[in-house]
Protein backbone atom coordinates (compact mmCIF):
# COMPACT_ATOMS: atom_id res chain seq x y z
CA UNK A 1 0.00 0.00 0.00
CA UNK A 2 1.71 3.16 -0.87
CA UNK A 3 0.65 6.58 0.58
CA UNK A 4 0.41 10.32 -0.76
CA UNK A 5 3.92 11.39 1.51
CA UNK A 6 1.86 14.37 3.05
CA UNK A 7 -0.96 11.80 4.22
CA UNK A 8 2.66 9.59 5.20
CA UNK A 9 3.66 12.46 7.38
CA UNK A 10 0.41 13.44 9.03
CA UNK A 11 0.04 9.63 9.81
CA UNK A 12 3.51 10.03 11.66
CA UNK A 13 2.78 12.90 13.21
CA UNK A 14 0.07 11.86 14.71
CA UNK A 15 1.69 8.59 15.62
CA UNK A 16 4.15 11.09 17.73
CA UNK A 17 1.66 12.97 19.82
CA UNK A 18 -0.41 9.90 20.54
CA UNK A 19 3.30 8.04 22.00
CA UNK A 20 4.13 11.62 23.79
CA UNK A 21 0.96 11.84 25.54
CA UNK A 22 -0.19 7.98 25.93
CA UNK A 23 3.73 6.50 26.74
CA UNK A 24 5.76 8.89 27.38
CA UNK A 25 8.37 6.56 28.63
CA UNK A 26 9.04 5.10 25.47
CA UNK A 27 8.75 8.36 23.89
CA UNK A 28 11.54 9.28 26.27
CA UNK A 29 13.64 6.49 25.31
CA UNK A 30 12.78 7.27 21.31
CA UNK A 31 15.11 10.72 21.47
CA UNK A 32 18.14 8.44 22.19
CA UNK A 33 17.71 6.49 19.03
CA UNK A 34 19.08 7.99 15.73
CA UNK A 35 16.20 10.71 14.24
CA UNK A 36 15.65 9.05 11.06
CA UNK A 37 14.83 6.00 12.66
CA UNK A 38 12.34 7.77 15.71
CA UNK A 39 8.94 7.89 13.55
CA UNK A 40 9.03 4.28 12.40
CA UNK A 41 9.78 3.91 16.61
CA UNK A 42 6.56 5.39 17.60
CA UNK A 43 4.61 3.38 14.64
CA UNK A 44 5.20 0.23 15.85
CA UNK A 45 5.06 1.58 19.65
CA UNK A 46 1.42 3.19 19.16
CA UNK A 47 -0.08 -0.03 17.61
CA UNK A 48 1.28 -1.87 20.50
CA UNK A 49 -0.71 1.56 21.93
CA UNK A 50 -3.60 -0.05 19.67
CA UNK A 51 -3.93 -3.03 20.66
CA UNK A 52 -3.57 -2.61 24.41
CA UNK A 53 -6.11 -0.46 24.70
CA UNK A 54 -8.68 -2.48 23.00
CA UNK A 55 -10.61 -3.65 25.74
CA UNK A 56 -10.96 0.05 27.49
CA UNK A 57 -12.73 1.03 24.68
CA UNK A 58 -15.39 -1.88 24.04
CA UNK A 59 -18.43 -3.05 25.86
CA UNK A 60 -17.74 -6.92 25.34
CA UNK A 61 -15.33 -9.44 24.77
CA UNK A 62 -16.93 -10.28 21.58
CA UNK A 63 -16.56 -6.64 19.67
CA UNK A 64 -12.65 -6.89 21.36
CA UNK A 65 -12.42 -9.77 19.01
CA UNK A 66 -13.70 -7.70 16.16
CA UNK A 67 -11.13 -5.31 16.58
CA UNK A 68 -7.86 -7.30 16.96
CA UNK A 69 -9.14 -8.81 13.67
CA UNK A 70 -9.38 -5.89 11.84
CA UNK A 71 -5.64 -5.48 12.60
CA UNK A 72 -5.02 -8.53 11.68
CA UNK A 73 -6.75 -7.45 8.42
CA UNK A 74 -4.62 -4.62 7.97
CA UNK A 75 -1.53 -6.85 8.22
CA UNK A 76 -2.60 -9.05 6.02
CA UNK A 77 -4.29 -6.77 3.06
CA UNK A 78 -7.45 -8.00 3.55
CA UNK A 79 -9.52 -4.95 5.55
CA UNK A 80 -12.42 -3.60 4.50
CA UNK A 81 -12.45 0.26 4.28
CA UNK A 82 -10.03 3.04 3.97
CA UNK A 83 -7.26 1.84 6.20
CA UNK A 84 -4.86 4.67 4.68
CA UNK A 85 -7.85 6.84 7.04
CA UNK A 86 -6.55 5.34 10.00
CA UNK A 87 -2.70 7.02 11.05
CA UNK A 88 -1.70 4.13 13.16
CA UNK A 89 -2.43 2.06 10.69
CA UNK A 90 -1.26 3.56 7.79
CA UNK A 91 1.99 4.52 9.67
CA UNK A 92 2.92 0.86 10.72
CA UNK A 93 2.18 -0.68 7.24
CA UNK A 94 4.76 1.83 5.95
CA UNK A 95 7.44 0.92 8.45
CA UNK A 96 6.83 -2.69 7.59
CA UNK A 97 7.13 -2.54 3.99
CA UNK A 98 10.45 -0.22 5.01
CA UNK A 99 12.40 -2.50 6.83
CA UNK A 100 10.45 -5.83 5.80
CA UNK A 101 9.40 -5.97 9.36
CA UNK A 102 7.61 -10.29 10.32
CA UNK A 103 4.31 -9.89 9.91
CA UNK A 104 3.85 -13.37 12.12
CA UNK A 105 5.11 -11.44 14.98
CA UNK A 106 2.73 -8.79 14.51
CA UNK A 107 -0.02 -11.09 14.70
CA UNK A 108 1.33 -13.33 17.20
CA UNK A 109 1.21 -9.86 19.32
CA UNK A 110 -2.15 -9.30 18.41
CA UNK A 111 -3.40 -13.23 19.63
CA UNK A 112 -1.48 -12.61 22.94
CA UNK A 113 -3.42 -9.78 23.19
CA UNK A 114 -6.54 -11.71 23.27
CA UNK A 115 -5.98 -12.69 26.94
CA UNK A 116 -6.47 -8.65 28.09
CA UNK A 117 -9.96 -9.25 26.98
CA UNK A 118 -11.75 -11.28 29.41
CA UNK A 119 -10.87 -12.02 33.50
CA UNK A 120 -9.21 -15.20 33.29
CA UNK A 121 -6.30 -15.51 35.86
CA UNK A 122 -3.14 -16.08 34.73
CA UNK A 123 -2.27 -19.18 35.28
CA UNK A 124 1.81 -19.44 35.71
CA UNK A 125 4.62 -17.67 36.08
CA UNK A 126 5.95 -19.52 33.01
CA UNK A 127 2.25 -18.01 31.09
CA UNK A 128 3.24 -14.58 32.09
CA UNK A 129 6.46 -14.59 30.79
CA UNK A 130 5.03 -16.02 27.64
CA UNK A 131 2.61 -13.11 27.33
CA UNK A 132 5.66 -10.80 28.27
CA UNK A 133 7.65 -12.71 25.73
CA UNK A 134 4.82 -12.56 22.87
CA UNK A 135 3.95 -8.42 23.56
CA UNK A 136 6.83 -6.90 25.11
CA UNK A 137 9.81 -8.70 23.69
CA UNK A 138 8.29 -9.21 20.59
CA UNK A 139 8.17 -5.49 19.99
CA UNK A 140 11.17 -4.88 21.25
CA UNK A 141 12.89 -7.34 18.53
CA UNK A 142 10.67 -5.55 16.01
CA UNK A 143 12.72 -2.12 17.05
CA UNK A 144 16.23 -3.40 16.90
CA UNK A 145 15.39 -4.86 13.96
CA UNK A 146 13.94 -1.40 12.38
CA UNK A 147 17.35 0.27 14.32
CA UNK A 148 19.46 -2.12 12.59
CA UNK A 149 17.68 -0.67 8.99
CA UNK A 150 15.96 -4.22 8.66
CA UNK A 151 18.97 -6.49 8.99
CA UNK A 152 19.48 -9.13 11.44
CA UNK A 153 20.51 -7.41 14.71
CA UNK A 154 20.78 -10.66 16.85
CA UNK A 155 20.89 -10.46 20.90
CA UNK A 156 17.54 -12.87 20.92
CA UNK A 157 18.35 -13.47 24.72
CA UNK A 158 18.53 -9.44 25.40
CA UNK A 159 15.41 -8.83 24.01
CA UNK A 160 13.84 -11.85 24.78
CA UNK A 161 14.17 -10.99 29.03
CA UNK A 162 14.19 -7.29 28.71
CA UNK A 163 10.94 -7.53 27.16
CA UNK A 164 9.79 -10.05 30.02
CA UNK A 165 11.24 -7.37 32.41
CA UNK A 166 9.78 -4.28 31.31
CA UNK A 167 6.56 -5.78 30.96
CA UNK A 168 6.07 -7.53 34.32
CA UNK A 169 7.39 -4.25 35.43
CA UNK A 170 4.59 -2.14 33.78
CA UNK A 171 1.80 -4.53 35.27
CA UNK A 172 3.03 -4.49 38.67
CA UNK A 173 2.66 -0.67 38.37
CA UNK A 174 -0.80 -1.11 37.13
CA UNK A 175 -2.32 -3.99 39.08
CA UNK A 176 -4.76 -1.40 40.85
CA UNK A 177 -6.40 -0.63 37.47
CA UNK A 178 -6.77 -4.22 36.48
CA UNK A 179 -7.73 -6.21 39.74
CA UNK A 180 -10.17 -3.23 39.78
CA UNK A 181 -11.67 -4.00 36.19
CA UNK A 182 -11.49 -7.83 37.94
CA UNK A 183 -8.50 -8.82 35.49
CA UNK A 184 -5.12 -10.24 37.42
CA UNK A 185 -1.74 -10.72 35.98
CA UNK A 186 -0.18 -11.90 39.07
CA UNK A 187 0.14 -15.63 38.57
CA UNK A 188 -1.81 -17.90 40.23
CA UNK A 189 1.12 -20.36 40.88
CA UNK A 190 2.48 -17.68 42.95
CA UNK A 191 -0.56 -16.38 44.65
CA UNK A 192 -0.99 -20.19 46.10
CA UNK A 193 2.62 -20.40 46.85
CA UNK A 194 2.22 -18.02 49.43
CA UNK A 195 -1.41 -18.75 50.44
CA UNK A 196 -3.19 -15.43 48.81
CA UNK A 197 -5.56 -15.48 46.51
CA UNK A 198 -6.84 -13.69 43.59
CA UNK A 199 -9.98 -12.47 45.25
CA UNK A 200 -7.65 -10.46 47.68
CA UNK A 201 -6.11 -8.44 44.51
CA UNK A 202 -9.85 -8.19 42.98
CA UNK A 203 -11.02 -6.24 46.23
CA UNK A 204 -7.78 -4.35 46.53
CA UNK A 205 -6.65 -5.36 49.64
CA UNK A 206 -2.55 -6.46 50.75
CA UNK A 207 -1.56 -8.62 53.25
CA UNK A 208 1.27 -10.54 54.20
CA UNK A 209 0.53 -13.41 51.41
CA UNK A 210 0.28 -11.07 48.60
CA UNK A 211 3.09 -8.87 49.72
CA UNK A 212 5.57 -12.16 49.46
CA UNK A 213 3.80 -13.34 45.94
CA UNK A 214 4.48 -9.74 45.03
CA UNK A 215 8.26 -9.45 46.08
CA UNK A 216 8.86 -13.09 44.58
CA UNK A 217 7.32 -11.57 41.39
CA UNK A 218 9.97 -8.57 41.31
CA UNK A 219 12.58 -11.07 42.28
CA UNK A 220 12.10 -12.38 39.46
CA UNK A 221 12.03 -9.60 37.59
CA UNK A 222 15.13 -8.16 38.65
CA UNK A 223 16.83 -11.50 37.41
CA UNK A 224 15.25 -10.65 33.69
CA UNK A 225 17.39 -7.33 34.13
CA UNK A 226 20.46 -8.66 35.16
CA UNK A 227 19.96 -11.30 32.58
CA UNK A 228 19.26 -8.97 29.71
CA UNK A 229 22.04 -6.48 30.26
CA UNK A 230 25.01 -9.32 30.57
CA UNK A 231 23.61 -10.54 27.02
CA UNK A 232 23.19 -7.12 25.69
CA UNK A 233 26.58 -7.06 23.77
CA UNK A 234 25.32 -10.08 21.95
CA UNK A 235 22.67 -7.26 20.26
CA UNK A 236 24.04 -5.26 17.53
CA UNK A 237 25.37 -1.94 18.42
CA UNK A 238 22.90 0.19 16.35
CA UNK A 239 20.30 -2.18 17.89
CA UNK A 240 20.50 -1.48 21.01
CA UNK A 241 18.43 1.36 21.83
CA UNK A 242 15.65 -0.87 21.56
CA UNK A 243 16.25 -1.78 24.74
CA UNK A 244 16.65 1.62 26.79
CA UNK A 245 13.07 1.43 28.60
CA UNK A 246 14.89 -1.20 30.51
CA UNK A 247 16.40 1.23 32.37
CA UNK A 248 13.17 2.16 34.05
CA UNK A 249 13.16 -1.10 35.25
CA UNK A 250 14.88 -0.56 38.37
CA UNK A 251 13.95 2.50 39.78
CA UNK A 252 9.79 1.66 39.44
CA UNK A 253 11.07 -1.60 41.12
CA UNK A 254 12.89 0.75 43.93
CA UNK A 255 9.37 2.45 44.58
CA UNK A 256 7.68 -0.54 45.00
CA UNK A 257 10.13 -2.41 47.98
CA UNK A 258 10.24 0.90 49.86
CA UNK A 259 9.00 0.40 53.15
CA UNK A 260 5.41 0.90 53.94
CA UNK A 261 4.54 0.77 50.21
CA UNK A 262 0.89 -0.17 49.84
CA UNK A 263 0.63 -1.22 46.49
CA UNK A 264 -3.15 -0.70 46.18
CA UNK A 265 -2.71 2.94 47.12
CA UNK A 266 0.62 4.39 46.55
CA UNK A 267 1.35 5.08 42.81
CA UNK A 268 4.50 3.87 41.00
CA UNK A 269 5.97 7.16 39.89
CA UNK A 270 8.83 9.17 38.80
CA UNK A 271 9.79 12.31 37.81
CA UNK A 272 10.53 12.96 34.97
CA UNK A 273 13.93 13.86 35.28
CA UNK A 274 14.25 11.01 36.74
CA UNK A 275 12.95 8.87 34.09
CA UNK A 276 15.66 10.60 31.30
CA UNK A 277 18.49 9.97 33.65
CA UNK A 278 17.79 6.58 33.88
CA UNK A 279 17.59 6.27 30.37
CA UNK A 280 20.86 8.10 29.72
CA UNK A 281 22.79 6.25 32.23
CA UNK A 282 21.50 2.74 30.45
CA UNK A 283 22.19 4.56 26.68
CA UNK A 284 25.85 5.33 28.20
CA UNK A 285 26.43 1.94 29.35
CA UNK A 286 24.82 -0.58 26.00
Request: charged share 20%.
Amino acid sequence: MTAEPHRLAEAYAHCDDMLRESDRDRWIACLFAPADKRKRLHALYCFSLEIARVREIVSEPRLGEIRLQWWRDVLSGEARGDVGGHPVALALLDTVATFRLPIMALVALIDARTFDLYNDPMPSLNDLEGYCGETSSALMRLASLVLAGGEEPGGADAVGHAGVAYAMTGLLRAMPWHAARGQVFIPADLLQKHGGTSGDLTVGRTNPQIAAALAELRATIRRHLVAALAAAPQLAAAARPALLPLGLCAPYLNVMEKSGFDPFRDPVELPQWRRQWALWRLARKL
